[in-house]
T-cell receptor, first 115, second 113 residues
Framework: EAGVTQSPTHLIKTRGQQATLRCSPI?????VYWYQQALGLGLQFLLW???????NRGNFPPRFSGRQFPNYSSELNVNALELEDSALYLC??????????????FGPGTRLLVL | AQSVTQPDIHITVSEGASLELRCNYS??????LFWYVQSPGQGLQLLLK??????LVQGIKGFEAEFKRSQSSFNLRKPSVHWSDAAEYFC???????????FGTGTRLLVSP
């Protein structure tokens, strides 16, 4: 069974640009989560999508946004990039409201570098 | 506020020796608890989880963890460490229904020959 996949693996942008990160969940999973792992800040919850809707949001500014598509894949968009946005962005997925949603399985991450 | 604490930033263990990584949580009610492992440059792999019931849970790669309500702890153990266990280990908690994992700061495990 294929795990969570993320693309690209690495992304280099300059300040002020926009970044788009993509995630495909495990087959059968309907919930997708995004986390940021920045140096010195640890792992922080960003967003939770379930059945195409944003369900919960972490303490991040509005320039961090995303969406979930009908096939349950997801995009994370970061607008007006700042140097401190440089981090590993991890996507996770879980089963949906039918049960088992508590266990999140992670992808390999996208490393974003903002210059 | 909900929090998970891993008091040890680094731990060095000799190969073949036993291992215990500490994790304490602070939640209003008993959260769901997880241990994940991260190899350099990689994502997180789930080792084990505790929701309720038996307080000793078994995971993959020979790891186990014990939930102790009285100590608000969920320590990870392994009886004999292998060099391939060198990685960073994260403890995490989740309030039921909120789907937000709160992670500890991680413990980096070094395995000496």
């Amino acid at each position: 069974e294929a795990g969570v996949t993320q693309s690209p693996t690495h992304l280099i942008k300059t300040r002020g640009q926009q970044a788009t990160l993509r995630c495909s969940p495990i087959s059968g999973h309907t919930s997708v989560y995004w986390y940021q792992q920045a140096l010195g800040l640890g792992l922080q919850f960003l967003l939770w999508y379930d059945e195409g809707e944003e369900r919960n949001r972490g303490n991040f500014p509005p320039r961090f946004s995303g969406r979930q598509f009908p096939n349950y894949s997801s995009e994370l968009n970061v607008n007006a990039l700042e140097l401190e946005d440089s981090a590993l962005y991890l996507c996770a997925s879980s089963l949906g409201s039918s049960g088992g949603r508590e266990t999140q399985y992670f992808g390999p991450g996208t490393r974003l570098l903002v210059l | 506020a909900q929090s998970v604490t891993q008091p040890d930033i680094h731990i060095t263990v000799s190969e073949g020796a036993s291992l215990e990584l500490r994790c304490n949580y602070s939640y209003g009610a008993t959260p769901y608890l997880f241990w994940y492992v991260q190899s350099p440059g990689q994502g997180l792999q789930l080792l084990l989880k505790y929701f309720s019931g038996d307080t000793l849970v078994q995971g993959i790669k020979g790891f186990e963890a014990e939930f102790k309500r009285s100590q608000s702890s969920f320590n990870l153990r392994k009886p004999s460490v292998h060099w391939s266990d060198a990685a960073e280990y994260f403890c995490a908690g989740m309030n039921t229904g909120f789907q937000k994992l709160v992670f500890g700061t991680g413990t980096r495990l070094l395995v000496s020959p």
